[in-house]
């Protein structure tokens, strides 16, 4: 959605906003769906996913399989109709990363966080092709800060799991790191190079003074929690670094909004 408002070339149009955030929400949770067939064993074996519908029996998996193969289709359809047929092949690209490449790299390799991160950020993306018919720069700049905020991100999600990510087979960096410190290594520089590409919007004049204030501000906050991690590592801080990292985003995204809405923007 906030790809669409800041794509937009004049008058956002809400009818087509609409548009794309539903054919984007069912190709998500298309893809969603999926990846539970998949990985059903597995969850099984974790306590924080066992009572999902499928491993709790409440769901078999060809209804599963169906649903969520219906809905993804339904969605890039529903885009490929209704939006534009650039934003539904960013659907598809997104659905078929994330499904068939880093839902099976994820019992094989850490790089599977790297992969993942990769169709994570590609729905800004889609709602900036969905607005201009094109990707120019501001898709970019999107898709960079998504990418990178992704990693340290998870990596903080991965810390507080990482036993259960062991019973379920996942070989996360987590799980292969004892001592934690490659875990936050990563997290520190991912939000350290953060900082310069969350600047990118305003370099190529997407946006103001405002936003690169507020980006800036925000990105040492969330580099400070990812450093905060670092010095003590241990489920306290990974907490703290996860509840930043939910916090920087819709806070981010939400400047870019208000810049573009401030007079002159």
Same mark, same amino acid.
């Given at each position: 959605?906030?790809?669409?408002?800041m794509?937009?070339p004049?008058?956002?149009?809400?009818?087509?906003?609409? +548009?794309t955030?539903?054919?984007?929400?069912l190709v998500a949770?298309?893809?969603?769906?999926?990846?539970? =067939?998949?990985?059903?064993?597995s969850? %099984?074996?974790m306590?924080?996913?066992a009572r999902?519908?499928?491993?709790? &029996?409440r769901? &078999?998996r060809?209804?599963?399989?169906?649903?969520? !193969?219906?809905?993804? #289709?339904a969605? $890039?359809l529903?885009?490929?109709?209704?939006?534009?047929l650039l934003?539904? !092949?960013?659907? !598809?690209?997104?659905?078929?990363?994330?499904?068939?490449? @880093?839902?099976?790299?994820?019992? +094989?390799?850490?790089l599977?966080?790297? =992969?993942?991160?990769?169709?994570?950020?590609?729905?800004p993306?889609m709602?900036?092709? %969905? %607005?201009?018919?094109?990707? /120019?720069p501001?898709a970019?700049?999107l898709?960079g800060?998504?990418?990178?905020?992704? $990693?340290? +991100?998870?990596?903080?999600? !991965?810390w507080?799991y990482r036993?259960?990510?062991a019973?379920g087979?996942f070989p $996360?960096?987590?799980?292969?790191?004892?001592?934690g410190?490659?875990?936050?290594?990563q997290?520190?520089? @991912?939000?350290?190079a953060?900082?310069?590409?969350s600047?990118?919007?305003a370099v190529v004049?997407?946006?103001?003074?405002? @936003?690169?204030? /507020?980006a800036?501000v925000l990105?040492?906050v969330f580099?400070g @929690?990812?450093?905060a991690?670092?010095r003590?590592?241990g489920?306290?801080?990974a907490?703290?670094?996860?509840?930043?990292?939910?916090?920087y985003?819709? #806070?981010?995204? /939400?400047?870019?909004l208000?810049?573009?809405a401030?007079?002159?923007a």
């Amino acid at each position: 959605a906030v790809g669409f408002v800041m794509a937009s070339p004049g008058m956002v149009s809400w009818a087509l906003l609409v +548009h794309t955030v539903i054919g984007t929400a069912l190709v998500a949770s298309g893809a969603s769906a999926l990846n539970q =067939v998949i990985e059903r064993a597995s969850d %099984a074996r974790m306590r924080r996913t066992a009572r999902r519908p499928l491993p709790a &029996g409440r769901l &078999g998996r060809e209804q599963a399989l169906v649903f969520g !193969a219906a809905v993804a #289709l339904a969605g $890039m359809l529903y885009l490929a109709l209704l939006v534009n047929l650039l934003t539904a !092949a960013l659907g !598809a690209l997104t659905l078929s990363l994330y499904v068939f490449v @880093y839902t099976p790299l994820k019992r +094989h390799s850490p790089l599977a966080t790297l =992969v993942g991160a990769v169709p994570g950020a590609v729905p800004p993306v889609m709602g900036c092709a %969905a %607005a201009s018919d094109a990707l /120019g720069p501001l898709a970019w700049s999107l898709f960079g800060i998504l990418f990178l905020w992704q $990693m340290p +991100h998870f990596l903080a999600i !991965a810390w507080l799991y990482r036993s259960d990510y062991a019973r379920g087979g996942f070989p $996360m960096l987590s799980v292969l790191d004892e001592n934690g410190q490659r875990t936050a290594r990563q997290a520190v520089l @991912y939000g350290a190079a953060l900082i310069p590409v969350s600047l990118l919007p305003a370099v190529v004049g997407a946006s103001g003074l405002a @936003y690169l204030v /507020g980006a800036s501000v925000l990105g040492v906050v969330f580099l400070g @929690y990812g450093v905060a991690f670092a010095r003590a590592i241990g489920l306290p801080a990974a907490r703290r670094l996860v509840l930043a990292s939910v916090l920087y985003l819709p #806070l981010l995204l /939400g400047l870019l909004l208000v810049d573009r809405a401030l007079p002159g923007a």
